[in-house]
């Protein structure tokens, strides 16, 4: 199969999957915006098609816009998701037709390129990935959307597997001089470039934060203890009368959970997920640790010390599978502690790709030598200190997407994605 038909085949399985998560959904559900932080479903779906015919097929042949206004009502930056849902959208089948148009429009002009030449933006089919990675995006974004609502995802929901006790429970990283970061030519721009820095020793838990760890957080007290939560994290806490991770709610003394339209009791083997950056931050301080930074996070699950390289996975070169890693949205849950003991990095942690996004302490900030690419618009609004790197992947990433080098950002107090988080603690500290 040569690059052209692997990006045509890829294109459309990016859009199948779309396709299938939306499926169950009424015209009610994909027009409704349940959440102001969640957009509509079907502003999420238009989006992925504006988005396409704007790379694929603007950029690509000179075409102007079939729309000028679609163009408009579906960029994020103009239209924030706060008035997503009061604006005129395409309907469920307008939004089909449109999409459909464009991706024919596509396929027609992938045929006439070259892909060979010394266009950065065709080089590799570079453009063609960068559009199945923001497709694959979305489609986690609509996963946190769809778990506010009833639908047919709690039959697609296979059995977990089984967990392992996490013996022992923190992984030692020796000081020294390190790699991170990327040089390959693909998306996205702020993985670029690949550099070096300086790690003092420190020590990172094998795993993410269980629920039954969380819960124990809980119930000493820990979203009533101020002298655990920064300054601007307790200022949130009180605001918005937080005192639990997102959907939970404690019913007649037993904790539990809303997920797909059902309630079920919290799983204490689960990472646990819908955490706040200052929710995470609380819990390590009173757990005596801190949040890794990124780069302590990136270390932890690329470095390979026998070999004396990073690795592209945790546990190697391979992409994700069902036996490394929880990925692809399959499983519609995270899954248990130590359920994948061969997708552990050379030093030992695990589930570091898959189950939960996890905060570090890291501000989203450019790295040396970066340079905006495809478009500005991707990293440079978000740099600062407001947003927080994530790293790792959730249940709901997509392989594609899910790697070592991988710089997800959030605001500290979202909560709608599926991030939880694991701790770090200086070396010989505590």
């Known amino acids: 199969m040569d690059l052209k038909e692997e990006i045509a085949r890829d294109l459309i399985e990016a859009r199948n999957r779309t396709d299938e998560l939306l499926a169950p959904l009424d015209e009610e559900r994909l027009t409704t915006q349940h959440d102001q932080l969640m957009s509509p479903p079907v502003w999420d779906y238009a989006h992925i098609g504006v988005f396409e015919e704007l790379w694929l097929v603007q950029n690509l042949s000179g075409a102007a816009p079939i729309d000028e206004d679609l163009q408009r009502t579906y960029n994020a930056l103009e239209t924030p998701r706060v008035v997503r849902g009061r604006r005129r959208l395409l309907s469920p089948e307008e939004a089909t037709a449109y999409l459909r148009h464009v991706r024919e429009r596509s396929l027609e002009l992938l045929e006439e390129v070259a892909l060979d030449g010394d266009d950065p933006l065709l080089r590799g089919g570079f453009v063609y990935d960068l559009i199945i990675q923001h497709e694959q995006q979305h489609d986690e974004t609509i996963l946190q959307t769809l778990q506010l609502m009833p639908g047919k995802y709690r039959d697609r929901m296979p059995d977990l597997p089984e967990g392992a006790a996490p013996e022992p429970e923190t992984v030692c990283v020796p000081a020294g001089r390190y790699?991170?970061?990327?040089?390959?030519?693909?998306?996205?721009?702020?993985?670029?470039?690949?550099?070096?820095?300086?790690?003092?020793?420190?020590?990172?838990?094998?795993?993410?934060?269980?629920?039954?760890?969380?819960?124990?957080?809980v119930e000493a007290g820990g979203y009533s203890s101020e002298e655990l939560w920064s300054t601007d994290g307790w200022e949130w806490r009180w605001v918005f009368d937080v005192n639990a991770p997102e959907?939970?709610?404690?019913?007649?003394?037993?904790?539990?959970?809303?997920?797909?339209?059902?309630?079920?009791?919290?799983?204490?083997?689960?990472?646990?997920?819908?955490?706040?950056?200052?929710?995470?931050?609380?819990?390590?301080?009173?757990?005596?640790?801190?949040?890794?930074?990124?780069?302590?996070?990136?270390?932890?699950?690329?470095?390979?010390?026998?070999?004396?390289?990073?690795?592209?996975?945790?546990?190697?070169?391979?992409?994700?599978?069902?036996?490394?890693?929880?990925?692809?949205?399959?499983?519609?849950?995270?899954?248990?502690?130590?359920?994948?003991?061969?997708?552990?990095?050379?030093?030992?942690?695990?589930?570091?790709?898959?189950?939960?996004?996890?905060?570090?302490?890291?501000?989203?900030?450019?790295?040396?030598?970066?340079?905006?690419?495809?478009?500005?618009?991707?990293?440079?609004?978000?740099?600062?200190?407001?947003?927080?790197?994530?790293?790792?992947?959730?249940?709901?990433?997509?392989?594609?997407?899910?790697?070592?080098?991988?710089?997800?950002?959030?605001?500290?107090?979202?909560?709608?994605?599926?991030?939880?988080?694991?701790?770090?603690?200086?070396?010989?500290?505590?």
């Open 179 to 217: 790699p991170v970061g990327s040089d390959a030519h693909r998306p996205y721009d702020n993985e670029h470039s690949r550099h070096e820095v300086d790690l003092a020793a420190f020590e990172i838990d094998r795993f993410p934060v269980s629920n039954g760890d969380f819960l124990r957080f």
């Open 247 to 430: 959907y939970w709610s404690a019913e007649d003394g037993q904790w539990t959970v809303s997920r797909f339209g059902h309630r079920d009791r919290v799983d204490p083997r689960l990472p646990v997920a819908h955490v706040s950056y200052f929710e995470a931050e609380a819990f390590a301080r009173w757990a005596g640790k801190r949040l890794p930074t990124e780069f302590e996070w990136e270390v932890a699950a690329s470095w390979d010390p026998q070999a004396g390289r990073q690795r592209a996975y945790p546990w190697g070169d391979q992409p994700p599978t069902p036996a490394l890693a929880n990925v692809d949205q399959r499983m519609f849950s995270s899954a248990p502690i130590g359920a994948y003991r061969r997708g552990a990095s050379a030093l030992g942690c695990e589930q570091m790709l898959g189950d939960v996004w996890e905060w570090t302490s890291s501000d989203f900030l450019p790295y040396p030598g970066f340079r905006a690419f495809p478009y500005s618009e991707y990293s440079e609004p978000f740099f600062g200190r407001d947003f927080k790197v994530l790293r790792g992947g959730s249940w709901a990433t997509r392989p594609r997407v899910a790697r070592n080098t991988f710089r997800n950002w959030d605001s500290r107090l979202k909560r709608q994605i599926f991030a939880g988080l694991r701790c770090a603690r200086d070396l010989g500290v505590r």
